[in-house]
């Protein structure tokens, strides 16, 4: 273990606890985004799954945000130096539903901090769970696996992409663009200019285009299991970035459900034919 990992590896048990009000309009403005006609829910309704991620939204003052757009590093996470940050992954379990106008409290924790050596170099993963409590008691559970990178070597090729399965039971197709990646940011709050800023994500983090959302990317796969099983609960939904995808052509969905009937399998495909995210949903 080298220094730096003793060191960061102090931030683990970290908390912070966040109460909020589950207001209708960002469910509504979501569905709008999925490219959903629906009117905004009034209370008492379910929360679609994962639109807890509209909420406890961060509220970092102007001056105390990084180079990148979010939070400077040394607070709740660790300040890790590798410049690149990317939401890597996460393991989602809902106990019971969430209702619309209720208040709810999240309680995060430092999980875990890894340091890994990958073949584009160095990586620290770092896992935040988050619980999410209403008047029911635990209502979610999240572990939200964050990845830091070291930059590319000047000519680094990018490495082999994955080639999706050919069995897909369902099928949809969504035009990335720069709209849809602003909107999401609106949503969630996102001031990470790797999402909004052409000129930074190229020419700072060296990235050939704006990068969509991980969890714009996994919320559009469980959008695609919610429109072909709609009568069916989710007791967890797992998901895994593949690669990064950009905001220029189209994202590919695709799935299909186990033989036993309780898990759908998901992926998502980029331009060039990889994948780059895959799911996987148990069913109740």
Same mark, same amino acid.
């Not at 590896?9 to 207001?23: E, M, N, S, Y």
């Not at 559970?141 to 039971?169: L, S």
């Not at 990335?176 to 930074?200: G, K, M």
């Given at each position: ?82 410049? &690149? ?63 830091? &990178? ?89 998901? &895994? ?10 994202? &590919? ?32």
């Amino acid at each position: 273990m080298t220094q730096d990992e003793i060191f960061w590896r102090q931030w683990i048990g970290k908390t912070d606890v966040v109460t909020d009000t589950l207001t209708a309009w960002p469910v509504g403005a979501l569905a709008a985004t999925l490219d959903r006609d629906e009117p905004v829910p009034p209370a008492g309704s379910a929360l679609p799954p994962l639109a807890h991620w509209l909420y406890f939204l961060p509220r970092t003052v102007q001056s105390d945000l990084g180079p990148d757009g979010h939070a400077k590093r040394g607070g709740f996470l660790p300040p890790i130096p590798l410049p &690149r940050r990317l939401w890597a992954g996460g393991r989602v379990r809902f106990f019971h539903p969430l209702w619309v106008g209720e208040p709810v409290q999240r309680t995060s924790v430092i999980a875990d901090i890894q340091l890994k050596l990958g073949r584009s170099g160095e990586l620290v993963f770092v896992t935040v769970r988050h619980e999410i409590r209403n008047a029911a008691g635990l209502a979610v559970t999240e572990d939200h696996d964050i990845v830091y &990178r070291a930059m590319p070597e000047p000519g680094a090729q990018p490495q082999p992409g994955c080639v999706p399965p050919t069995n897909a039971q369902w099928h949809r197709q969504v035009a990335l663009d720069e709209v849809l990646l602003f909107r999401f940011s609106a949503l969630t709050f996102n001031s990470h200019r790797i999402h909004y800023d052409q000129y930074y994500v190229t020419q700072v983090e060296a990235y050939p285009g704006l990068v969509v959302h991980a969890p714009l990317c996994a919320t559009l796969l469980l959008d695609l299991l919610r429109r072909h099983l709609p009568d069916r609960a989710i007791e967890r939904f797992d998901f &895994r970035a593949l690669r990064p995808v950009y905001a220029a052509g189209a994202l &590919r969905l695709a799935g299909n459900t186990e033989p036993e009937g309780r898990t759908a399998r998901l992926w998502a495909v980029d331009a060039d034919g990889f994948m780059v995210m895959e799911a996987q949903a148990h069913l109740a």
